[in-house]
């Protein structure tokens, strides 16, 4: 079938005025070149569309019947294009972020938020995850980007950088590493540790922070979350090595925190996929989230540095 849709306008505007020549001046063209149009709509139907007479052009009870559905062809392509010009203006379009469970509940709604007040027309999706599944999500295209922190070189993956993390011991308020901004690696030993499982990438850079320590590494708990190793921290229950981010966790409950020395880091990026386009809905969000989110990121850079602890703590 090779039907235009100039035929179809064409054919609306002759069933509307009832006459080719009025059409042929509505549309601007000649009658013979619009008169070609019908015909040929009408080959390609296999129906005849208008009876013709000497005063008037009518439909035919096939003419009739074809008349609603062209009417909604021209209908839906309008809406369309009026859709495809406002996703080009930013003005319509949805975004999926995937984000590690702590950013997603810290950082990202009120970065959401402001986003939402510029961008109104746009909808933002937050899917919860871990940053092998927010790799699978981004890579499946159920995920336009992923917020969180992975290993560099990941096949497929575009990443841009947000922030720099670095990882710190996370103890209760009175605990004695309080009284500085930074503990060697070496002062954990001996402590009570919660740790995040071996599922974590966070677990494998505190295996190598402990194993460049000359240490044994034997957690008192292992936790799934975060917040879990924040409330058991605050419950005097041990300390928690964990990203700059967790201080953003910390915040609402009796925790403090500090760099530990020498540092281990690692980068908060937001990723795409290379193999899918960037509509300009997800342009508009991730310029806008780059910069919102690495502002309000914590960053244990710019707490007050002091030489590492050599006395262990009681």
């Known amino acids: 079938m090779n039907i235009t849709i100039r035929q179809i306008q064409t054919f609306l505007q002759v069933a509307k005025f009832g006459s080719f020549t009025r059409a042929a001046e509505r549309m601007h063209t000649m009658q013979p070149a619009l008169s070609q149009q019908v015909r040929d709509l009408e080959a390609e139907l296999g129906i005849r569309l208008f009876d013709r007479t000497t005063r008037r052009v009518e439909l035919t009870a096939g003419g009739m019947e074809f008349r609603p ?4 062809i021209i209908e839906d392509l309008e809406l369309a294009t009026r859709h495809a010009h406002d996703l080009a203006e930013r ?26 007040k510029k961008f109104p027309g746009l909808e933002v999706k937050l899917i919860e995850a871990r940053a092998d599944q927010i790799l699978e999500l981004v890579r499946s295209g159920q995920a336009d980007c992923g917020l969180g922190t992975f290993h ?35 002062d954990l030993d001996g402590l009570p540790l ?27 708990y292992e936790v799934v979350q975060i917040t879990t190793a924040l409330a058991m921290v605050e419950a005097g229950l041990g300390v928690a090595v964990l ?72």
């Open 152 to 186: 560099p070189g990941e096949t497929g993956i575009s990443s841009t950088r947000l922030a720099r993390d670095n990882l710190m011991v996370f103890f209760s308020a009175s605990h004695p590493f309080a009284e500085g901004s930074s503990v060697a690696w070496r």
């Open 69 to 72: 559905i062209a009417a909604k």
């Open 194 to 220: 919660i740790a995040l499982t071996r599922q974590s990438n966070i677990r494998l850079l505190i295996e190598i922070g402990y194993e460049n320590a000359k240490m044994r590494l034997a957690p008192a």
């Open 243 to 314: 990203p700059t981010y967790a201080m953003a966790g910390a915040r609402a409950i009796n925790v403090s925190a500090a760099t530990l020395e020498p540092r281990i880091a690692r980068e908060v990026s937001l990723i795409t996929s290379v193999d899918r386009s960037i509509t300009p809905a997800m342009s508009t969000f991730a310029r806008f989230f780059v910069k919102e989110v690495g502002l309000r990121l914590p960053a244990s850079a710019d707490i007050k540095k002091r030489p590492p602890s050599r006395k262990k703590p009681r």
């Open 91 to 116: 003005r319509r379009g949805r975004v999926a972020l995937a984000a590690a469970p702590l950013l997603a509940g810290t950082v990202v709604p009120r970065a959401i938020a402001e986003f939402r």
